[in-house]
């Protein structure tokens, strides 16, 4: 998603209590951050605007959730987002934290030690022309290095419009390890619970397009 550049964002997010952009250290250390780090911690990557990460919070009160965007002016939009949604819901946050870097690289920022029992990715870049499509948050090389911070059992929730990266991406989940809790093509028929809709999804959804959407469980690599 592109984003103009808002010059009030880094300012806002540097007093956010709930954000770091710190992140070369932090492998390991994410659990930390959060007031009850025992709980199970889920990340969202490439989070957008925040209206899913802030709708996972409030209804999943006792999972904590990072969402995390390469971009920080996307963050900026996503905290005020946050901020309006749980002061309307009359929530306290102490379950939701905001991270900027590079997912491409997220081996570099995150490890085997901070137990990721879900990732979401919702909505990514399709990367449909040529050699692009090694760019995609669900090629195989990005799934392996996923494979490195899920605990076993792990479970990867995507999300698409994009009929040719749906089709891609379950042929990328088979041959990385994952097999398929849930595959659909038409999400808005499932009631899923925690399938919050995000701007993309509405705005698809509005046009008619059908949204794509896979739970899938990491296996043993071992495993048949």
Known sequence: MRIRRKK????????????TDNTEDMAGKWRQ???HPERELYLEVGCGKGHFAAAHALRFGDINIIAADIKADMLGVARRNIESIFAEAGHTNDNLYL???????????MGAEDRIGRIYINFCNPWNR?????????????????????????EIH??????TLFADSLEYFAECGFEP????????????????PTEHER?????????????????DMEQP
């Open 8 to 19: 009030w964002a880094r300012p806002e997010l540097a007093e956010c209590p709930y954000y």
């Open 33 to 35: 951050l959060f007031p």
């Open 99 to 109: 991270a900027c870097f590079n997912v491409a690289d997220i081996s570099r920022f």
């Open 130 to 154: 040529g050699k692009h499509n090694k760019r995609r948050l669900t090629h195989p090389r990005q799934l392996m290095q996923y494979r490195q911070i899920l605990v076993p059992g792990g």
């Open 158 to 163: 995507f999300k698409t419009d994009d009929d």
């Open 181 to 196: 809790l849930l595959v659909t093509y038409d999400l808005h028929s499932e009631g899923i619970a925690d399938s919050f």
């Open 203 to 219: 705005m698809f959804s509005e046009e008619g397009i059908k949204i794509k959407y896979a739970r899938m469980r990491m296996k």
